[in-house]
C-alpha cells in the first residue's frame, strides 16, 4: 500500500510516534544509538534533564520531526554496573546486564587482584560472575595446570569458570550455552581477547580487535565504547573497553567484606561486630586464614581492596 506524502498518519501510529519504549546501544559523547521494539536503529540525543544514559539502559524516545529522534525518559534500572572515574566519581559501565564474564588471559597476564575487584562489583550489585579463561590455545599442558591451579581457589568458592580460546574451538559450546536468554557484558583488562570472543560468536559484527604489544605485554585499547550485540540463540552480549585498573564505587568496608563469600560463611564469628579482619584479636577470618580454610592470597587481595577504599 502506498501512502500520499501529505496524508495524515492515523492516530495509532501517531501515538507510537510519541511514546516509543527502546534500549540504548551504545553512546559515544553526544551521540546515542537505540534500538526500538522491532529491533531497528536510531540515532538519538537525551534530553538535558536526564541522568548520564548507557549502554543497556531501558528509555521512552519520540521524535517530534523524522529527522531528530528525541529521548526524554530513563525507565529503572535492573542492575548497574560502575566504577570510580578519574576525580572519584562514579562511571556507569552498563545497565540492565544478568551476567558479567570477567575475561582473563595469560597474555596479558591474569591478574587476581583485578579479578577480586570484579567479583566484588558482581556480588554487591547481584548481578551472576563467570570467570573466562581466554587464549588456552597459548598453553602447553604444563603451562594449563598452573592456570588450573591459580584459579582453583575460585572454583571452590563456587565461581564458573569457562576455559575457552578465540582461536580454536575449545568450550565455546559451552559459552555460547551461558549466554542464552538474558544480557551479558565482557569486562576485563584490554588485549584479553573479549571482542575476538565477541567477534567469535557474531562473525558478522568484525568487531575491530588489536595486537598486544610486545615491549610491555598490555592490550592497546582497541574497544572504546561499551556496544551491546544481540546473539542468534536470545540474549544480548555488550563488549567493553578494556581497562588497567577496576576501582570500586561507593562501597564499605563491611559490603566488601561481603564481596568476598568465604568470609560470609564466618560473618558473625568476629570478637568485634565492627571487625575489619586487618590484624584484631579475636577476628574468625583471620583464623581460617591461618588453619588454611581461607586463602592467605585472597585475603591478602581484600586488605589490598580495603586500603584502596580509603585511599
Ligand atoms: N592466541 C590467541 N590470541 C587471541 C585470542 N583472543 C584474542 N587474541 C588476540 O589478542 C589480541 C587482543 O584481542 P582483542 O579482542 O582486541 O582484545 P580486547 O580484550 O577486546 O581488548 P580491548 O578492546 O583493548 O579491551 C589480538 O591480537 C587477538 O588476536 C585467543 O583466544 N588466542
Ligand atoms: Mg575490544
Ligand atoms: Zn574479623
Known sequence: MSRSPTSTPDTSSKQKIENNPGRIIAHFGKRIVIEDAQGQEHRCSARRNLPPLVCGDEINWHYPDPKS????????????LARPDARGKQKIIAANIDQILIVCAPLPELNEGLLDRYLVAAALTEIKPVIVLNKTDLLDKKQRLHYQERLSIYQQLGYPIIYTSAHEDEAFNQLSERLREQTSILVGQSGVGKSSLLNRLLPEVNAR???VSDATGKGRHTTTTARLY???DSGALIDSPGIREFGLWNVSPKQLAQGFPEFVKRKDECRFRDCQHRNEPGCAILEDVENGEISASRHASYLRILASLEE
Open 209 to 211: 580487535i588489536g595486537e
Open 69 to 80: 529522534c528525541i529521548i526524554h525518559e530513563l525507565r529503572p534500572r535492573r542492575s548497574l
Open 230 to 232: 544481540h546473539l542468534p
